[in-house]
């Protein structure tokens, strides 16, 4: 097996793990409670932890616009796939296997979707980044520094066509999410009161 | 590392998606409220009711004044002394019904919690 399918299958392996662990958390919490966790108050409160994570994730791509000087924002970007995670396991655990109201299941499908490609884009940067091998070769026989070097593949690597296309997946279907979480949350609050 | 922003018809494309979710939602709400917002099925005891606001309060949640509109004294007249004075006290200090009574957890559902938690 190459390094690259072990890679993926590891991943793959990971994420089913992830998931499955979380909504076995779900269960027992929903069994000492006789109804699912998600009815409860501190489902409730979980969403909202859940949601306030989220949210951290965006301040990565709205620093990435507006960042001086074009300087990447690296320590952001890292808490942006760190939050891309646990944002949607507290998520996982709110909601449970408790699949009934079609807006939710939609909110929920839409978020699965973004953390998914978040991964995947993770993985077609650091392949993108690998074949341009040949380039940082022909970089330093340029007398880059090696931090202009690094800089550059990056960049280089943002603009191969294949990233390219993993970002107009990844970029709507978060705003989607976002769209469809805020009817749920109107939802919630509408039904339940505020 | 430069910003490099992505097409213009990728908006508009995700703005197309978001309006036709939002439409097929709107039509939902009107429809078929339960299948797109309910946390689950209706239990046997209240499967006739056909609209939402009929037990919900929008931003409010399920008070107690929508609930006697069908649970009135006339039917409690004709349960127990003991359920129906507990009723009535329950009532006279302001507290809610769903306070141990629940639903949307299914068409046999039990809807009363002190009996789920007698299990």
Redesign the interface.
């Known amino acids: 097996m190459s390094p690259l399918n072990r890679r993926f299958l590891l991943i793959t392996i990971t994420i089913l793990a992830t998931i499955i662990s979380a909504w076995v958390v779900e269960f027992l919490l929903s069994l000492s409670a006789?109804?699912?966790f998600?009815?409860s108050q501190p489902g409730h409160i979980l969403g909202w932890l859940g949601l306030a994570i989220i949210l951290l994730t965006f301040v990565y791509p709205w620093k990435?616009?507006h960042?001086p000087s074009?300087?990447?924002p690296r320590q952001w970007f890292m808490i942006h796939m760190l939050c891309g995670v646990l944002g949607p396991l507290l998520i996982l655990v709110h909601s449970g296997w408790?699949l009934?109201?079609?807006?939710?299941v939609?909110a929920l499908l839409a978020m699965g979707g973004v953390a998914i490609t978040g991964i995947i884009g993770k993985t077609i940067h650091r392949v993108a980044l690998q074949t341009l091998i040949s380039q940082r070769r022909e970089l330093t026989e340029q007398g880059l520094s090696q931090e202009q070097i690094e800089?550059t593949l990056?960049?280089l690597a943002?603009?191969e066509s294949l990233f390219?296309m993993w970002?107009?997946i990844h970029?709507?279907l978060a705003?989607?999410f976002m769209?469809?979480t805020i009817?749920h949350i109107i939802?919630a609050?509408?039904?339940?009161?505020? | 590392m430069a910003f490099h922003p992505l097409p213009r018809h990728t908006y508009r494309i995700t703005t197309l998606i978001i309006v036709c979710l939002g439409a097929w939602i709107a039509w939902g709400s009107f429809n078929q409220p339960e299948a797109f917002w309910a946390p689950g099925h209706l239990s046997h005891y209240h499967n006739q009711i056909k609209h939402c606001t009929d037990c919900h309060t929008p931003f409010r949640g399920t008070l107690a004044v929508n609930c006697i509109n069908c649970h009135d004294a006339e039917q409690f007249a004709g349960a127990t002394t003991t359920v129906a004075e507990f009723h009535y006290i329950y009532l006279a200090q302001g507290k809610s019904c769903s306070g141990c009574h629940t639903e949307h957890h299914g068409g046999a559902s039990w809807i009363t919690t002190a009996i789920l938690n007698s299990f």
């Open positions: 006789h109804w699912p998600a009815h990435k616009r960042a074009g300087n990447w408790h009934h109201a079609g807006v939710a939609l800089q990056d960049d943002s603009q390219r970002q107009v970029v709507p705003i989607i769209v469809l009817l939802g609050l509408f039904f339940a009161g505020l």
